[in-house]
T-cell receptor
Framework: GAGVSQSPSNKVTEKGKDVELRCDPI?????LYWYRQRLGQGLEFLIY????????KSGLPSDRFSAERTGESVSTLTIQRTQQEDSAVYLC????????????FGPGTRLTVL | GDSVTQMEGPVTLSEEAFLTINCTYT??????LFWYVQYPGEGLQLLLK?????DKGSNKGFEATYRKETTSFHLEKGSVQVSDSAVYFC???????????FGQGTELSVKP
């Protein structure tokens, strides 16, 4: 595809429900990142995948958050038992390789937990 | 840990005014530095970057110089346009995983 795509674009859920957010990176990009942007704040790193290496999960805020990636393609971010403080825009980015290369961002998924 | 601090907004300027958005960082080693921009209703996109000390990144009339001695990467533009109205984020990427660490963002509004 032309760019990073994410789905859904908007998600409204009730507190306590589980949600799954999807990211399709740019074809050929081996690195994939998830970030969270709370209202009026900067982006917080959540997790990244690089090829077949073990993912860096150091940014995940709690064990309710998890993510998977199938090879060098689609990634899914799962939030279990959602809380109101999980409300944010979740952004996915991909790059050719990690470190100094440009990360291309998707449009984000706006999650609202009622 | 690594961190980025940038000038708080919102910043309101008249068209053709000079723009400076300050950004300073704290990091071990030698990170790469970036400015990302988020136009209204659009996704985040890279504006410019610098990968080593004294490098100058430039794009669309914007410039920023990687200053190791002052740990700064201030964004400048000599003459802003209404179309520059957006939120600007300063960020660094470490040399390990390359994850980006962002500042809080600075909203710029340019009035005609």
């Amino acid at each position: 595809g032309a760019g990073v795509s994410q789905s859904p674009s908007n998600k409204v859920t009730e507190k306590g429900k589980d949600v799954e957010l999807r990211c399709d990176p740019i074809s050929g990009h081996t690195a994939l990142y998830w970030y969270r942007q709370r209202l009026g704040q900067g982006l917080e790193f959540l997790i990244y995948f690089q090829g077949n290496s073990a993912p860096d999960k150091s940014g995940l805020p709690s064990d309710r958050f998890s993510a998977e990636r199938t090879g060098e393609s689609v990634s899914t971010l799962t939030i279990q038992r959602t809380q109101q403080e999980d409300s944010a825009v979740y952004l996915c980015a991909s790059s050719l390789i990690r470190a100094r290369n440009e990360q291309f961002f998707g449009p984000g998924t706006r999650l609202t937990v009622l | 840990g690594d961190s980025v601090t940038q000038m708080e907004g919102p910043v309101t300027l008249s068209e053709e005014a000079f723009l400076t958005i300050n950004c300073t960082y704290t990091a071990t080693g030698y990170p790469s530095l970036f400015w990302y921009v988020q136009y209204p209703g659009e996704g985040l996109q890279l504006l410019l970057k610098a990968t080593k000390a004294d490098d100058k990144g430039s794009n669309k009339g914007f410039e920023a110089t990687y200053r190791k001695e002052t740990t700064s990467f201030h964004l400048e533009k000599g003459s802003v346009q209404v179309s520059d109205s957006a939120v600007y984020f300063c960020a660094l990427a470490d040399n390990q995983g390359g994850k980006l660490i962002f500042g809080q963002g600075t909203e710029l509004s340019v009035k005609p």
